[in-house]
């Protein structure tokens, strides 16, 4: 009876372990396809990537996802935060990725595990398409521009120009393009992408000012970083890859962008 008993134990610790060992090694890919959703952190301000429209998301996010569900075979969700509450979220789990999508630089690649890129992050100029003083990207020397809260882009440019112009930053890019609208500032400073969307809704209030300037960027999504969630960006990333090579990636940045974009398709050193 005694060794019937000891036996008995000895196997069920057994099994605890290996169980809890199995769990252990499950990593975070693992456990999204096992729990059948991607949990994406986003915020719903930041056309043409992710907004809402009659009070429903749209964008060049919900499609993309869509494909990266397909190809995971998982259902995607959006958790829709102010963005300062995006990164926290992250760091803190609440989500499994952030679909900014961010621009890739040195200093965030340190801390979080980035994509494949999918579109130009370049920064460029919004002006009123009334005002004839700005015709080049040097013309808001001396002037008030808004920018994106940490705008470094932007605020580097102005930093070269004499006299040097005043970057008013927002949290929210809706805000700025109405006080773009109001006269209250010359110009936005944002993205290629996200302010020739702008200009493309209203031609009539809105226009770009060209060139694009500074170091070329390039926007890619975000996860943590650690082994943990190797398995997830790398999937991911055969998703982005398989959508270069069957042209859906280019179709979408059309749509949503205006323009197909040549970005990498391999491991680079950003710019900034």
């Known amino acids: 009876m005694r060794f019937s008993y000891t036996l008995k134990a000895c196997l069920a610790a057994a099994c605890f372990v290996a169980a809890s060992v199995s769990a252990h090694a499950e990593d975070q890919l693992a456990r999204i396809k096992k729990a059948g959703v991607l949990v994406m952190g986003t915020e719903m301000q930041f056309a043409p990537f992710d907004f809402l429209k009659d009070g429903k998301q749209e964008g060049f996010n919900k499609e993309f996802f869509a494909e990266v569900g397909k190809g995971l075979g998982v259902k995607v969700r959006f958790i829709d935060l102010p963005w300062p509450s995006v990164l926290p979220g992250l760091d803190a789990k609440k989500f499994d990725m952030v679909a900014g999508p961010l621009n890739v630089t040195k200093a965030r690649m340190e801390r979080y595990h980035f994509t494949l890129p999918i579109a130009d992050g370049t920064v460029a100029l919004l002006k009123r398409a009334s005002d004839k003083s700005l015709q080049k990207p040097a013309d808001i020397a001396g002037k008030v521009v808004g920018g994106g809260k940490g705008s470094a882009q932007l605020k580097d440019y102005a930093s070269t120009l004499n006299p040097k112009p ?28 996200n302010i020739a969307y702008v200009a493309k809704q209203r031609p009539n209030m809105f226009a770009v000012v060209k060139p694009a300037f500074g170091k070329k960027v390039y926007f890619a999504y975000m996860g943590m970083k650690g082994a943990d969630s190797d398995s997830l960006i790398q999937a991911v990333n055969n998703v982005i890859l398989a959508m270069h090579k069957d042209g859906r990636l280019a179709a979408l940045q059309k749509k949503w962008f205006g323009v197909e974009m040549e970005v990498p398709t391999s491991s680079f050193v950003p710019n900034v």
Not at 166 to 192: K, W
């Open 166 to 193: 005043t970057i008013r930053e927002y949290i929210d890019n809706n805000q700025a393009y109405a006080d773009l609208a109001a006269g209250r500032i010359v110009a936005v400073g944002n993205s290629l992408t």
